[in-house]
């Protein structure tokens, strides 16, 4: 199991655009400075009236398949 570590900070209305479908894919760098990317409606359960604020750990398998998508206090 692959776990990336990064801080997202999206405001309410670039997270509607991903919500609508308009945006596929969020885009971030983690720590480590490697760009990574995945389907943007794994973000919805974490968007409140702000957008999307906090830091962030990323879970995929060994196949590089989506796992979770966690909010790291």
Do not use: W
Request: hydrophobic content about 40%; aromatic content about 14%; some cysteine.
């Amino acid at each position: 199991m692959q776990e990336y570590y990064f801080y997202m900070d999206l405001s309410h209305e670039q997270c509607m655009a991903y919500y609508h479908g308009h945006v596929e894919f969020i885009q971030v760098i983690e720590d480590g400075g490697k760009r990574i990317r995945f389907p943007a409606h794994h973000i919805r359960r974490h968007v409140s009236t702000l957008g999307v604020r906090g830091r962030f750990r990323l879970l995929l398998d060994e196949n590089n398949r989506f796992v979770a998508l966690e909010k790291v206090v």
